[in-house]
């Protein structure tokens, strides 16, 4: 395929998505001025930031008050995973132009990167359908953010209606599909209780980064097993 009809399906493939990110970006619009901050702050954030999960867990320390190098520090580790993402999927993005990858590192996500490495398995990645996939994605997040922000005044608390299940069904919806063999469900049985245990035992977001790294651990060891 060219790469203008990579990055369509890329796109197309992805909008199912979005469409969950649009709800739960609209969320934290929507908290994000019930705490103070103005639209300009939340759209800059978006651009800057461009990250759910961290931007989720920075509103409530904001709303709390908290010192800023405690915000910034705890959204990095809640980040770090996305090094994780990086190193999957670079040796993959070996043929991409050096002068591309800093765009391409900016764009990673949680849905594109799963949506990506599961169309891809085994082979090189083609750019510009994980630059379609990041269009759509990032695409729902600005317009659900910008959205709740404009509307959130007006709006009571999205909580109440359980709209917040939207972030975890979104990420359910992606990783279900790709539990299709041993190995899959293998690393799943290790992340899920991690996560689980890390959030009993652990302050903060750091289950997340037990939970990946506990998982990548297995995966690697499967797989120098396998070659």
């Known amino acids: 395929m060219t790469p203008g009809r990579e990055f369509v399906a890329g796109f197309r493939e992805a909008l199912p998505v979005a469409v969950g990110v649009v709800v739960y970006g609209a969320v934290w619009g929507a908290l994000a001025v019930q705490v103070g901050l103005p639209l300009g702050a939340v759209v800059l954030m978006c651009l800057v930031v461009s990250a759910g999960a961290s931007q989720f867990v920075a509103v409530p320390m904001i709303a709390a008050g908290s010192a800023s190098w405690t915000i910034a520090a705890t959204t990095f580790l809640v980040n770090l995973r996305h090094a994780l993402m990086a190193a999957s999927l670079a040796p993959r993005l070996r043929h991409v132009p050096m002068r591309w990858l800093a765009f391409l590192a900016h764009g990673i996500n949680d849905e594109s990167f799963a949506l990506t490495t599961a169309r891809y398995v085994g082979r090189p990645i ?78 903060g977001k750091w289950y997340i980064i037990l939970a990946a790294l506990g998982a990548s651990a297995l995966g690697a060891a499967m797989r120098r097993d396998r070659g």
């Open 126 to 203: 083609s750019a510009a359908y994980f630059v379609g996939s990041v269009a759509a994605v990032y695409g729902g997040w600005y317009l659900g953010a910008v959205t709740g922000a404009i509307s959130g005044t007006r709006l009571p608390n999205p909580y109440r209606f359980g709209l917040d299940f939207t972030f975890p069904a979104v990420f359910l919806a992606l990783v279900v599909p790709q539990l299709r063999d041993r190995w899959g469900w293998s690393i799943a049985g290790v992340a899920a209780p991690l996560a689980l245990l890390g959030a009993w035992l652990l302050p």
